[in-house]
């Protein structure tokens, strides 16, 4: 049968942008393997497939393979798929009021919201279904040498590699500044045991490209094709226990801008919204746009 499919660019206002993804529309009938199989054809860094929602007051479930294996959650994929859904869903409703979504996720039900526009980029963000959990820490030493950095280009301000999950764990890797981050060349064999659990090396810095953004950021994974990801959403959700355990934020409601992709030509903004009640971090969300680039057909 004929398997209707979409790709966008998340992350980002412009196609060619961003983080592309891939939407299988119509995966009801496929198997773990077809999906997997799908996922390396396509060979982005995910690739979504809906099916119908186990729960009927929600939106559709959707399963999120990258060409290795599948994810209980990812950013880049549920604000892609929350736009897409909402847009092929509701067209009438462009322009109008915000569009709740509700995505079935490996991680649990995940709560969109969508600000869908007539023409061009729409907007989505989603509150976290967990909140990010620190897993352990790791090695300075061997993280600089996985990424052909010096030890003492890691660290700043007390901040040092950790590893934080919110569905997905990574490992988060302190930078003195934007020099060293593009410096930074990772070994493929050596990047993995570096990041001590972690799916990937999220690097981080304050210095930005944009003085208006907060953090500026790169990620590698040796599960990532070509090792570097335009935009990480399920790193930025974790990265907000990073942010509330290193820069313990005032009570209220914080949002942060994270620049990524830049070093690949694909800029990329993520907004990482935090709330903090009583110094605890109690909810925290993420956000942005994404722009329709192709679509086509499966015959499969």
Partial sequence: MARRFFTLDVFAKD?????PLAVVIDAEGLDDRQMLKIAKEFNLSETVFVVPARNAINTARIRIFTPAMELPFAGHPTVGSAVLLASLRAPELAGGRDLAVV???EVGDVHCTVRLEKRGASFAYFNLPRLPEKIGEADVCALADALSLEEKDIGFDGHHPVVFSAGTPFCFVPVSGLEAIARAKPDAEKLTPACAGGRGAYLYTRETRDPANAV??????AMMPGLEDPATGGAAAAFAGVAHAFENPEDGEHALII????EMGRPSLITLGMSIESGAL??????GHAVRVAEGTLAL
């Avoid at 500026?216 to 994974?221: E, L, Q």
């Fill in 15 to 19: 196609a060619l942008a961003g983080n």
């Fill in 103 to 105: 995505l079935e996720e």
């Fill in 216 to 221: 500026h950021a790169r990620m590698f994974s």
């Fill in 259 to 262: 620049e990524q992709g830049y």
């Fill in 282 to 287: 109690t909810a925290a969300t993420i956000g």
